[in-house]
């Protein structure tokens, strides 16, 4: 919000669906994995590779939440490194 506000003159909220009924979209699938932590990097390429995102010329997209800016910065260099196409969008990008 504070971005918008530096940057925009007139910001618009806008909210989709109920808003006093916080509800996922049906026509996405979230999916929850818990792994230690070393075996995080396996798993998230395991889940592109499963989803056919691994696959060249493959049209199919994911987001993927990190919870710091050099953990998502770090992620980024390694599916970049394994051939997935992505990109990094943290607070300093």
Same mark, same amino acid.
């Given at each position: 919000? #504070?971005?918008?506000? +530096?940057? =925009? *003159? ?6 989709? %669906? ?23 990097? #396996?798993?998230?390429? +395991?889940? =592109? *590779? ?6 060249? %010329? ?36």
């Amino acid at each position: 919000r #504070r971005l918008a506000q +530096d940057i =925009l *003159h007139y910001p618009y909220k806008v909210m989709i %669906g109920n808003r006093d009924e916080l509800k996922a979209n049906q026509d996405v699938t979230q999916l929850v994995r818990i792994v230690n932590e070393y075996d995080k990097k #396996r798993a998230i390429m +395991d889940l =592109l *590779h499963e989803a056919g995102l691994m696959d060249r %010329g493959g049209m199919g997209k994911a987001l993927v939440f990190a919870s710091t800016k050099r953990m998502c910065e770090t992620l980024n260099q390694d599916l970049y490194r394994s051939g997935v196409s992505c990109a990094a969008i943290h607070g300093d990008k």
